[in-house]
């Protein structure tokens, strides 16, 4: 969807370092999630938001944390990241009932 | 956790051939969503489902919410070469409240042969 933006696109990085994960919406939305897909599995919530301040997690939540400072700006923080958490990240924002999704972030820990 | 059991897994069609596909869960859903997933890019939704028995088409593209709440469907007629990519269904179950989380299948490859 147009207007929810995810950054970086694409980034490598090593074991252990920590990783911060961008998403923007222009859509003044209240609810905001951010999901990981991975083969076999399909998308699994790690955590989301409802407001500014307000998250939640989600059924993958380990090793992750967010922040919603703005109504606007979801981050999706691994704190010491590993192998296990590359894979691909999707933000998402809702609009009633319906969710809409960001392109992605392909994120590889070697 | 709940999951949603999508069929078929994978699909190799002939182009002008018609598609089905289906989710089932375990639970009952407020809200039954179908997305389309190209290589590379995010889920883009093609139909919204929000009450039992609804039948909705956007295109060619035909979902409806089973009666029972447990199910939806997604057909797809006269198919063409760029159908293909993942399809995924998506249910908001009713004990997710005014959080809209939702369980996601596992995805429906569709490939289709011009």
């Known amino acids: 969807d147009a207007g929810i933006t995810q950054s970086p696109r694409h980034k490598v990085t090593e074991t252990g370092t920590p990783v911060t994960l961008r998403c923007h919406q222009t859509e003044n939305h209240r609810y905001m999630y951010w999901y990981r897909q991975d083969p076999g599995h399909g998308l699994r919530l790690i955590h989301y938001s409802y407001g500014v301040k307000d998250t939640d997690k989600g059924e993958v939540s380990d090793g992750y944390s967010v922040s919603r400072s703005k109504t606007e700006d979801f981050l999706l923080t691994l704190e010491s990241a590993t192998s296990s958490q590359t894979s691909v990240y999707f933000c998402?924002?809702?609009?009633?009932?319906?969710?809409?999704f960001g392109e992605g972030s392909w994120l590889t820990v070697v | 956790g709940q999951q949603l059991n999508q069929s078929p897994q994978s699909m190799f069609i002939q182009e002008g051939e018609d598609v089905s596909m289906n989710c089932t869960s375990s639970?009952?859903?407020?809200?039954w969503l179908w997305y389309k997933q190209d290589p590379g890019e995010g889920p883009v939704l093609l139909i919204a489902l929000y009450k039992a028995g609804e039948l909705t088409s956007n295109g060619r593209l035909t979902a409806q919410f089973g009666t029972t709440r447990k199910d939806s469907f997604l057909n797809i007629s006269a198919s063409i070469p760029s159908d293909v990519g993942i399809y995924f269904c998506?249910?908001?179950?009713?004990?997710?409240?005014?959080?809209?989380?939702?369980?996601f299948g596992t995805g429906t490859l569709l490939a289709v042969q011009p």
């Open positions: 998402a924002m809702a609009s009633g009932n319906t969710i809409y």
């Open positions: 998506a249910g908001q179950p009713v004990e997710g409240g005014a959080t809209n989380k939702l369980i």
């Open positions: 639970s009952i859903f407020n809200t």
